[in-house]
């Protein structure tokens, strides 16, 4: 059983969707955390529907800013403000009845990986932590397109951010685009990979406000793992095309409590079959391991 709601985050709202097991209360719960500009109908429900299906309760949210939730202006991505949404999640978990605050697992897939790095390392109530085909420093994307392509986005950075500063309209760029395009990861295959994971008849707002670039190029998750006290699994993609893989077999290694699991996969493949059923399988044994369901 789903039931769609909302948290409070700031002064706005997030589009919330939580998801109950079968039996009573209280649950261990895992808490979704989607990549960069990824909403909840990015194929999230299928794994609420698995890891119910084992007996975890499941939270998923849009950032602010994205999809369903509240925010203004549109398609802006904050790390300051991930954080923020992800400590108002928990802050949610812990007010549910139904919802065990001691037992909370968090699961990150690709840019939401970093997210769940950076958020074990500087909280203590997070008993176990996923991530999946990960980006683990916010300029990987970039950088595997050479520097030439990140220097394209000077003058968009800067003009979003003065844009921003005097309140005018925001300067966007894509997201995600075909090699050549000026956007944040134009790899070959990045395209239909990304467009792979929108179900049809969903619309999906492709923009992303420029001046999150600047922010993302001094993000970098794997230098925190060190800090990660929970078990740690890392669902390492070896065929990654959108960051170097060896950077998330060091994350796994850096944390105390960390492995990791390598699958002869692509950044997109792992939502699909056959590689998906395989990785879920793996995530749900490590979940139930360490959340005891």
């Given amino acids: 059983m789903t039931i ?7 002064t706005e709202t997030c589009a919330t969707w939580l998801t109950l097991p079968a039996g009573a209360g209280p649950h261990p719960v895992v808490l979704l955390i989607h990549g960069g500009g990824a909403t909840h109908s990015m194929m999230l429900d299928q794994y609420e529907r698995w890891f119910s299906a084992a007996g975890l309760a499941v939270v998923a949210f849009d950032f602010r800013h994205l ?6 202006p549109r398609q802006l991505m904050s790390i300051r403000r991930y954080f923020e949404d ?3 999640a928990l802050a949610f978990i812990r007010d549910r009845p139904e919802l065990d605050a001691s037992r909370v ?13 950076a958020t074990a390392a500087r909280r203590y109530d997070i008993s176990a932590a996923v991530v999946q085909c990960p980006i683990l420093q916010g300029r990987a994307p970039a950088l595997r397109s050479g520097l030439g392509h990140l220097m394209r986005f000077t003058v968009p950075i800067f003009s979003d951010l003065i844009r921003g500063a005097l309140g005018l309209g925001r300067h966007y760029v894509q997201i995600v685009g075909r090699p050549g395009e000026l956007a944040f990861v134009n790899r070959p295959g990045a395209y239909d990979g990304w467009m792979s994971v929108v179900p049809g008849g969903v619309t999906f707002d492709g923009r992303i406000a420029a001046g999150a670039g600047l922010s993302m190029l001094f993000y970098d998750a794997a230098a925190q793992a060190r800090r990660v006290r929970c078990p740690l699994l890392v669902c390492v993609s070896d065929r990654e095309d959108l960051m170097d893989p060896a950077i998330a077999v060091r994350v796994a290694r850096a944390a105390p409590r960390g492995e990791a699991i390598h699958y002869p996969t692509d950044h997109f493949e792992v939502y699909h079959p056959p590689f998906v059923d395989r990785i879920v399988a793996d995530q749900t044994a490590f979940l139930v391991k360490h959340l005891h369901p």
């Fill in 4 to 10: 769609r709601t909302t948290f409070r985050s700031g």
């Fill in 86 to 88: 992800i400590d108002a």
């Fill in 105 to 117: 697992a968090l699961w990150g897939t690709s840019f939401g990986a970093s997210h769940v790095v």
């Fill in 67 to 72: 999809g369903e939730s509240g925010g203004t």
